[in-house]
């Protein structure tokens, strides 16, 4: 995994990218299981962020997300 930060005109700008999956594309879960620490990452960022999405690159699959400066 790898992840790059830049920050331009008042954004923060982060991309994170691995080598995904094969047989699904990165989605915001609903409806957390209260017992399990997973599937809340995309959802978090979600809240968090200003935008966000992804894309295939040649080097994996790029999850970015963009913060305002506060």
């Given at each position: 995994m790898t992840v790059a930060v830049a920050q331009h005109s008042g954004?923060?700008?982060i991309d994170?990218?691995?080598a995904g999956s094969a047989?699904?594309?990165p989605r915001v879960q609903t409806g957390?299981?209260?017992e399990?620490?997973?599937g809340r990452g995309l959802w978090l960022v979600q809240e968090l962020?200003?935008?966000w999405g992804w894309h295939e690159s040649e080097t994996?699959?790029?999850v970015w997300?963009?913060?305002a400066n506060a």
């Open positions: 954004t923060l700008h994170v990218i691995d047989t699904s594309t957390f299981d209260a399990t620490c997973a962020a200003a935008a994996g699959r790029v997300f963009q913060l």
